[in-house]
């Protein structure tokens, strides 16, 4: 079986890959892994046809598979051995394709092959988060409103949230049962779980509700700082990219002239799609003035953010 896996959640990609090779009693020693950026579609290809010396299963992960959405490379000459290969497949080797893109190219003949042939998934985030984190616990007992509250505490990033789990079925080995007070009491907040909305609260001259994550933050040792740094960060890339939004490019063109990874780049844009250009530039000269009163000791930091929030 061949397989197009692709989405902006790696984190969901590599659990099903691992999937696969469980699913496959596929041996370490039996995989191979190219990059697409690197290797031509023949050196992989030739791989695949290859018997393996130590078993019958043999694995093959090609990251970056571009050819599925893009074309920009002479590598593309390569792609009719691809449909070659996927109507007659060597039965004993897996081809896994990664692709990091929030979408494939559905209209390309290669990529109705794949899915006609082999097999293609989408993973992208926020899709039913609550029901991927509930698979998570296994057997163990936990009530959707506790799930709903992990998530809230820590984020929408799936390896972090995954880690937190972890430790709490460690924490409850014995009974089984994940409560809100286990959640409260082992699950740490995460720095990034609610920046977009305290970018909203901060524009929205949501004071109450801004001041509140502020305080949340400084009471889990967060630099005053390193959240105006953060808050700059999100308001330039949200300017940055709802910018270039507008001159035409794409979240991929956009990813790769900014050097930031799509998912951002993509949440980015919704948020920054709500606000005036101009008022974003004019936080982001308060928090560049802030930042150089904080660093020169002309202003106590964790005042001086209080006070920039509070005179919104």
Same mark, same amino acid.
């Given at each position: 079986?061949?397989?197009?896996?692709?989405?902006?959640?790696?984190?969901?990609?590599?659990?099903?890959?691992?999937?696969?090779?469980?699913?496959?009693?596929?041996?370490?020693?039996?995989?191979?892994?190219?990059?697409?950026?690197?290797?031509?579609?023949?050196?992989?290809?030739?791989?695949?046809?290859?018997?393996?010396?130590?078993?019958?299963?043999?694995?093959?992960?090609?990251?970056?598979?571009?050819?599925?959405?893009?074309?920009?490379?002479?590598?593309?000459?390569?792609?009719?051995?691809?449909?070659?290969?996927?109507?007659?497949?060597?039965?004993?080797?897996?081809?896994?394709?990664?692709?990091?893109?929030?979408?494939?190219?559905?209209?390309?003949?290669?990529?109705?092959?794949?899915?006609?042939?082999?097999?293609?998934?989408?993973?992208?985030?926020?899709?039913?988060?609550?029901?991927?984190?509930?698979?998570?616990?296994?057997?163990?007992?936990?009530?959707?409103?506790? @799930? %709903?509250?992990? *998530? +809230?505490?820590?984020?929408?990033?799936?390896?972090?949230? #995954?880690? $937190?789990?972890? !430790? /709490?079925?460690?924490?409850?080995?014995?009974?089984?049962?994940?409560?809100?007070?286990?959640?409260?009491?082992?699950?740490?907040?995460?720095?990034?779980?609610?920046?977009?909305?305290? @970018? %909203?609260?901060? *524009? +929205?001259?949501?004071?109450?509700?801004?001041?509140?994550? #502020?305080? $949340?933050?400084? !009471? /889990?040792?967060?630099?005053?700082?390193?959240?105006?740094?953060?808050?700059?960060?999100?308001?330039?890339?949200?300017?940055?990219?709802?910018?270039?939004?507008?001159?035409?490019?794409?979240?991929?063109?956009?990813?790769?002239?900014?050097?930031?990874?799509?998912?951002?780049?993509?949440?980015?844009?919704?948020?920054?799609?709500?606000?005036?250009?101009?008022?974003?530039?004019?936080?982001?000269?308060?928090?560049?003035?802030?930042?150089?009163?904080?660093?020169?000791?002309?202003?106590?930091?964790?005042?001086?953010?209080?006070?920039?929030?509070?005179?919104?």
């Amino acid at each position: 079986m061949n397989y197009l896996l692709y989405g902006l959640d790696k984190f969901l990609i590599d659990k099903e890959i691992k999937n696969i090779i469980d699913k496959n009693n596929i041996d370490e020693i039996n995989i191979s892994r190219y990059d697409l950026e690197e290797n031509s579609l023949k050196e992989i290809l030739d791989d695949a046809m290859t018997i393996s010396l130590f078993s019958s299963n043999k694995l093959i992960i090609v990251d970056n598979a571009f050819i599925f959405n893009r074309v920009q490379s002479k590598k593309m000459d390569d792609v009719e051995l691809l449909e070659s290969y996927l109507n007659n497949p060597n039965k004993d080797t897996t081809i896994i394709f990664i692709d990091l893109n929030e979408k494939v190219d559905s209209t390309k003949k290669i990529v109705k092959l794949i899915k006609d042939k082999g097999t293609l998934k989408e993973f992208n985030p926020l899709k039913n988060i609550n029901s991927i984190v509930s698979s998570m616990f296994d057997d163990y007992k936990i009530d959707y409103g506790v @799930v %709903d509250a992990l *998530i +809230n505490r820590v984020g929408n990033d799936l390896e972090l949230i #995954y880690q $937190e789990v972890e !430790k /709490l079925k460690i924490y409850k080995i014995d009974d089984k049962t994940i409560t809100l007070k286990d959640v409260e009491d082992l699950v740490v907040e995460n720095i990034n779980i609610d920046i977009f909305k305290f @970018v %909203d609260d901060i *524009i +929205n001259k949501n004071k109450s509700s801004a001041i509140k994550t #502020y305080k $949340e933050l400084l !009471k /889990l040792n967060e630099e005053p700082i390193k959240i105006v740094a953060l808050l700059a960060s999100k308001f330039r890339l949200m300017y940055q990219a709802s910018t270039l939004v507008k001159k035409g490019y794409t979240e991929e063109d956009i990813s790769e002239i900014l050097k930031v990874h799509k998912y951002p780049v993509h949440l980015s844009i919704t948020a920054g799609h709500k606000y005036n250009p101009k008022l974003l530039l004019k936080y982001l000269n308060e928090l560049a003035d802030l930042d150089i009163g904080m660093k020169t000791g002309e202003k106590d930091k964790e005042l001086a953010l209080e006070l920039f929030i509070l005179s919104l």
